[in-house]
């Protein structure tokens, strides 16, 4: 039977041409190998399985070679080209500081130094995650790292280069390794397929690459595993359930359920991902890069980040098109705030619905209110009455303003639907109703036009004309602030907010708390003037705008003034401090 060979070893490069996705790194060594411009100290630093340690052993194999091809690569028949290939040269040593960095660890190092190679001109030490060695063993290092014989050449290879202390890092050559792209690894694994003569589809390439996270051996040890379980024939839906993977079709689903603003479904459907045995945290973690894929899929500029097939390109492309940069910013804010949230969170579950429900409702905020405000869907209580109101007026005064359901606040709202005026009111705007079903023009809540007024086929009942009262007034002033444009919605709101009082048969006031609203409201006063004179009949009432005596701003309390606040207001905490004798430090 043929031994079995794990790919990460059968397709370990053999020379720098065939290191994959370190082409610079890869050049730069092989032009000071060829001018012989070698230092005595290199430092291979990056993430783990980009190819540091395949890289250090093909330099060592190359400057021992005693017949260097043309392109400065090494010849693979000389008697050290061999040596190495067959795993017994005498001239690389390597020594994994994670289990061996004790001192003396670094001594037995030293004493290897010592002895001159005998065949070849260098003896090359690699020291892998050379960060790992102890203080001690740092020490004993320094001085053979500062002045090595001649003939020998150390490696260093690290994954966290910040542990490596100023010391060593002056006396290396640095070499960072980058991480493999997925294209790069993509390629590799096809060409590995290939080679093999296994069944492979590119998007099973892609999520294996994925996976690996820019690492070439990670990536080819997933792809044996899968290869074992599909026997040959690795598919895009075989690798997403041995890898566990959350198939990307499920978050495509979810933003266009959440654009919808289809909270429910978007539920449902996180349920059917837990389901699956998913973890929320992983989900939602997944649901954020999707999002910064969109973000970055938008424009051709940012479109290199996003590393994903063509297909996939398209599509988040096309996602992406759909949504506003301003939702997609938010979004990405919401989910990680989740993901951040999400371990501490007692209910997970419930945080990462939270926030599914919260970026649906981000779907309609604009730029600048973004997250502030609250979207109002008040029911209007008195609807009926008003809602004919203000088609009627709708019709005849104001058809170039929208005309919106009055909004009321609450004590407006109760004092007025409690008082016996409204319920005649209703009535009466039944009773104009005409048999031949046409709603007719009612003077309630407009200015009577005079043509109106003299509409000879209404019926001009004197329980129709609204009395100057209190009631009437509140419901005229509401009404007055449906009429303002969609673009004064601000001003509007702020109207509904004020309740005017009667202070004499001609005449009411309203408070306003500051003298920004009261210049607000003195701009509109002619026509709000208007406006109930003629409703009200009372053509020539005036209007008062008051302005609130300004509250002492509280000032913020000292922890022991606050003490001191509340035991003044609260006799039980009065007892409880003259029993235990508690104070505030
Ligand atoms: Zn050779």
């Not at 014989?149 to 994954?159: C, D, E, M, Q, S």
């Not at 603003?261 to 939602?284: A, C, R, T, Y």
């Not at 979207?375 to 609807?383: D, S």
């Not at 000879?456 to 449906?482: C, E, G, S, Y």
Request: net charge neutral; aromatic share 8%.
């Amino acid at each position: 039977m043929e031994q079995y060979i794990v790919s990460a070893r059968k397709y370990r490069p053999a020379t720098f041409d065939m290191v994959v996705g370190q082409r610079a790194l890869t050049t730069t060594l092989l032009n000071a190998i060829r001018t012989g411009k070698l230092a005595h100290a290199y430092l291979f630093c990056g993430p783990r399985g980009v190819g540091k340690t395949t890289c250090a052993r093909i330099f060592a194999k190359t400057i021992n070679c005693e017949h260097l091809g043309p392109n400065g690569e090494p010849c693979g028949e000389c008697e050290s080209c061999r040596a190495f290939d067959e795993q017994r040269s005498m001239n690389i040593h390597e020594l994994d500081a994670a289990s061996n960095n004790s001192v003396d660890d670094i001594r037995e190092l030293i004493d290897q130094v010592r002895i001159p190679p005998q065949i070849g001109r260098y003896k090359v030490f690699i020291i892998d995650e050379v960060h790992m060695l102890s203080q001690q063993a740092f020490n004993a290092f320094l001085k053979t790292l500062e002045e090595p014989p001649k003939y020998v050449i150390f490696i260093l290879a690290t994954t966290e280069k910040h542990k490596i202390l100023p010391t060593i890092l002056s006396r290396c050559q640095v070499y960072d390794f980058a991480r493999i792209t997925l294209k790069s690894t993509v390629d590799h694994l096809k060409y590995v397929a290939e080679k093999e003569g296994y069944q492979v589809e590119e998007e099973a390439l892609n999520l294996i690459a994925q996976k690996a996270d820019g690492g070439m051996r990670d990536a080819l040890s997933i792809f044996d595993q899968m290869v074992s379980f599909t026997q040959g024939n690795v598919t895009y839906q075989a690798t997403l359930e041995n890898l566990n993977i959350l198939d990307s079709e499920y978050y495509f689903r979810m933003v266009d359920l959440l654009l919808e603003k289809n909270v429910e479904d978007s539920l449902l459907l996180f349920n059917e991902i837990v389901e699956k045995g998913f973890d929320g945290g992983n989900f939602i973690g997944g649901l954020a890069s999707h999002f910064r894929s969109l973000l970055v899929s938008r424009d051709a500029k940012t479109l290199p980040l996003l590393e994903v097939s063509e297909s996939q390109q398209k599509r988040f492309h096309e996602q992406a098109m759909r949504c506003r940069p301003q939702f997609v910013y938010r979004a990405i804010k919401l989910c990680n705030d989740c993901d951040l949230g999400y371990r501490q969170s007692r209910n997970k579950r419930l945080q990462v619905e939270l926030c599914l429900i919260l970026v649906a409702e981000a779907t309609d905020e604009d730029g600048a209110g973004a997250g502030r405000r609250p979207a109002k869907t008040l029911k209007p209580l008195f609807k009926q009455a008003v809602a004919q109101v203000a088609v009627a007026s709708a019709q005849t005064t104001a058809p170039q303003r929208a005309v919106s359901p009055v909004v009321p606040q609450s004590a407006t709202t109760k004092k007025v639907s409690s008082a016996p005026t409204l319920q005649k009111l209703n009535l009466s705007s039944t009773s104009i109703r005409m048999p031949s079903g046409k709603t007719l023009q009612s003077p309630v809540g407009q200015p009577p036009q005079p043509e109106a007024a003299n509409e000879p086929t209404v019926p001009q009942a004197t329980t129709l004309t609204r009395k100057f009262d209190t009631d009437n007034l509140i419901l005229t002033w509401q009404q007055f602030a449906n009429t303002l444009p969609q673009s004064e919605a601000v001003t509007a709101q702020r109207l509904r907010a004020i309740t005017p009082e009667i202070t004499s048969p001609k005449s009411f006031s309203i408070t306003v708390n500051n003298p920004f609203i009261q210049k607000t409201i003195e701009k509109l006063k002619g026509e709000i003037v208007q406006y109930i004179g003629s409703a009200l009949q009372v053509p020539d009432v005036s209007m008062d705008i008051q302005l609130a005596a300004i509250e002492v701003a509280v000032k913020s309390y000292s922890k022991p003034d606050l003490f001191k606040k509340m035991l003044s207001d609260s006799s039980a905490l009065r007892q409880l401090h003259q029993i235990f004798e508690l104070e505030i430090e």
